[in-house]
């Protein structure tokens, strides 16, 4: 686990608040997802960044706003959420992000609790 | 479009059995199968995949899985269990038509007994 990490592990946040989430992969990948796990619910993806630029966008709503300021940083900023959005958000990098063989490697995930 | 089922939300096996965890798939071309494990707090670890080829797969601790393209299915497989296989399973897809998506299931939570 420790070729993608992510901080903080656990993070609690009023509806009102501004916080982000950071994601770091040392696996020399240039692809990185972001995905929220609920309870009981298939894994669903958010973003995907691929050589830096965003290629999927997948009916997220604003109030999440990913960045990826290089190929082993990214970010997901995150602005006036709701109790629904509590979640563990996990971070994941591929090599090659087209290919469709090449499996993920994911971090340990960020706990969200919005109260 | 692609997706993945695991019909089975729990497993339960005594320690030393075999452990199976079902799957199957739904995609338009030739299928990208994988199978990752979740332990508490933790994030998911891949544990193999099937590209073409060979039937049966082997991956990581001891598991392995057999692709059966006329049952559209890529169950998991270990013949001998251990109390320390416990955790959340997730089977996986992806085909060319989806070009960055990764479909997983819901889950199969494994709990091996001593």
């Known amino acids: 686990e420790t070729g993608v990490t992510q901080t903080p592990r656990h993070l609690v946040m009023g509806m009102t608040n501004k916080k982000s989430l950071k994601c770091e992969q040392h696996?020399?990948?240039?692809?990185m997802y972001w995905y929220k796990q609920s309870a009981k619910k298939p894994l669903e993806l958010m973003f995907v960044y691929s050589l830096e630029e965003r290629v999927e966008n997948n009916s997220v709503p604003s109030r999440f706003s990913p960045e990826c300021p290089n190929s082993s940083h990214l970010f997901l900023h995150l602005h006036t959420l709701q109790p629904e959005d509590s979640a563990l958000y996990l971070c994941?990098?591929?090599?090659?992000?087209?290919?469709?063989?090449?499996?993920?490697?994911f971090g340990p995930g960020t706990r969200l609790t919005v109260l | 479009a692609q997706s993945v089922a695991q019909p089975e939300d729990q497993v339960n096996v005594a320690e030393g059995n075999p452990l199976t965890v079902k799957c199957t798939y739904s995609v338009s071309g030739n299928p990208y199968l994988f199978w990752y494990v979740q332990y508490p707090n933790r994030g998911l670890q891949f544990l193999l995949k099937?590209?073409?080829?060979?039937?049966l797969v082997k991956g990581s601790y001891g598991f392995e899985a057999e692709f059966n393209k006329s049952q559209t299915s890529f169950h998991l497989k270990k013949p001998s269990a251990l109390v320390s296989d416990s955790a959340l399973y997730f089977c996986a897809v992806r085909d060319l038509s989806n070009d960055y998506k990764l479909s997983f299931g819901a889950g199969t939570t494994v709990t091996v007994r001593a």
């Open positions: 099937y590209i073409t080829g060979d039937n």
């Open positions: 696996l020399g990948h240039n692809a």
């Open positions: 994941a990098s591929s090599q090659d992000g087209a290919v469709p063989y090449n499996e993920q490697f």
